[in-house]
């Protein structure tokens, strides 16, 4: 008896271990599960829940959603209905982007001219109405002549870079109230923009495919929708003294605007990385296009069917979440100049993987065309958004408290010009080439060209700031001194006059 009572100690510690272990992997495992919705606690706690709201509907469903799916039912719907060359398709792209070029006038009219005291509802209602009318009138008018359907498809992209500015504004101004939130916030948007983009790319090619590109376009009536019922629910405080202003106050309002980015924008520490922005966007000008029309052709391309091509761009969302993920926990404590140069060294090797497609090499490698796709797709969108990140953030910490919408909006204003100038310079190099609707023999030329232009922006990486997000890069006393300015808004502090 004395020898079995000894014994059971000796065994019982072992079990307990054992299932210790166990129970600490599970809890792990449950732990890593809730890590993310512990994150959006946080931010909302920190941070309005309207706001955290407001984000997820416009960077997930307006932008994420909405531009995904839009990009894809529009490259069939020129393609396939209006049969458009690819040289034409990148000069009509290019003009998708002249009403997020304007986003400065945007930002003015939030910042300047408030709507019975509010400075963000209203627009977004506005936003929302137009994208509703314009998703709308593509579909129900049936075919339209070439020039209409971009007027319409103009509108749709209009009605997300109001929407876009608005949120932006909001953004810029809590990034600045609390600068150590400024990388999460961001990180929010990219993993909302990231997963809305995965559901519009996955669902894309089977509207395509089921409804046809005109009628899958009704679709993009959805997203302003949602728009105009966030401008009546979320959370901004009424400004009462806005609303006894008379004209003259609005006008001055605009001059103290404007001087005040005249000011900051003349700072070598804001026109330096401004400058850098716009160069890495214009020099990698765009062969999507030409690559798009080429892996549809069932002669000299790959021809993948609609439902695939979906399925590409699914993958390679899925793959931004990833990159956005590198960046929160890996990258985001290094230097802007740091993470860029590496960014962009990688986005110029991820490149060359589009060359090795249209050679065909993948093949000889034994390696089948739909996995290396999605294999190429995968890994440049992942850099791609490492290599997005930290120009936004960058862009946030150069706004002045005051004129934080305008500004950011201007310093947006100029990534579209490069967006702009990529897309049109990429048209005139597809014609110049000879790339059109069945002719590809030069397409490994143009991506060729590309990708030295992306190395070659490596030797303007000394105009990026060495500095990380928690570091002053702009005066506090940018806006004139003599100027009233009140805190009137606990969660917007803008320009109150």
């Not at 509703?132 to 103009?154: E, Q, Y």
């Amino acid at each position: 008896m004395e020898t079995l009572e000894t014994e059971k100690p000796l065994v019982k510690p072992i079990f307990d271990h054992s299932e210790n272990k166990s129970k600490a992997r599970r809890n792990a495992v449950v732990s890593a599960l809730f890590q993310p919705f512990q994150w959006l606690q946080m931010l909302c706690h920190r941070l309005n829940p309207s706001f955290v709201l407001g984000v997820v509907l416009v960077y997930g469903l307006n932008q994420g959603f909405s531009g995904s799916f839009f990009k894809v039912v529009t490259d069939y719907y020129w393609k396939d209905v209006q049969q458009v060359q690819p040289s034409v398709v990148q000069l009509y792209m290019g003009l998708y982007y002249i009403p997020w070029v304007l986003r400065p006038i945007w930002g003015l009219l939030s910042d300047v001219f408030p709507i019975k005291g509010y400075k963000r509802k209203p627009y977004f209602v506005v936003s929302g109405v137009l994208g509703l009318v314009s998703a709308i009138a593509i579909v129900v008018l049936g075919k339209l002549p070439a020039a209409l359907a971009l007027t319409c498809l103009i509108g749709v992209s209009a009605a997300m870079a109001i929407a876009d500015v608005v949120i932006d504004a909001c953004i810029a101004t809590n990034s600045i109230n609390i600068r150590s939130l400024a990388p999460d916030i961001q990180s929010l948007c990219m993993v909302c923009s990231s997963a809305g983009a995965l559901v519009g790319y996955a669902t894309s090619g089977v509207f395509v495919h089921r409804f046809g590109p005109q009628g899958a376009l009704g679709v993009l009536a959805l997203p302003p929708a949602t728009i105009v019922i966030l401008g009546f629910f979320i959370y901004e405080k009424r400004s009462s003294t806005v609303l006894v202003q008379k004209n003259k106050k609005d006008t001055d309002g605009i001059g103290i605007a404007v001087k005040g980015m005249y000011k900051t924008i003349k700072y070598p520490q804001v026109w330096k990385p401004s400058l850098y922005m716009f160069i890495s966007l214009a020099l990698n000008f765009s062969t999507h296009e030409g690559y798009f029309y080429w892996y549809t052709d069932s002669t000299d391309g790959p021809a993948f069917s609609q439902e695939f091509v979906g399925v590409i761009y699914a993958i390679g969302a899925l793959a931004s979440m990833f990159g956005v993920l590198i960046y929160q926990k890996k990258l985001k404590g290094y230097s802007f100049r740091n993470i860029l140069f590496f960014a962009q060294l990688l986005y110029g090797f991820s490149g060359m993987l589009d060359l090795i497609f249209i050679k065909r090499w993948n093949l000889t490698l034994g390696i089948p065309d739909s996995f290396f796709v999605i294999a190429e797709e995968s890994f440049s969108r992942s850099i791609s958004k490492i290599r997005w990140i930290p120009m936004v953030v960058l862009s946030t910490r150069l706004c002045p408290l005051g004129i934080e919408g305008t500004f950011f909006a201007f310093l947006m204003c100029i990534d579209s010009l490069g967006q702009l100038a990529s897309k049109w310079s990429g048209g005139l190099v597809l014609h110049a080439f000879g790339v059109t609707r069945h002719e590809f023999g030069n397409l490994w030329l143009v991506i060729l060209l590309r990708n030295v232009l992306r190395f070659a922006t490596l030797s303007f990486i000394f105009l990026v700031p060495d500095s990380d997000h928690l570091d002053d890069l702009v005066p506090s006393d940018v806006l004139p001194k003599n100027e009233p300015q009140e805190d009137d808004d606990d969660d917007i502090k803008l320009l109150l006059l």
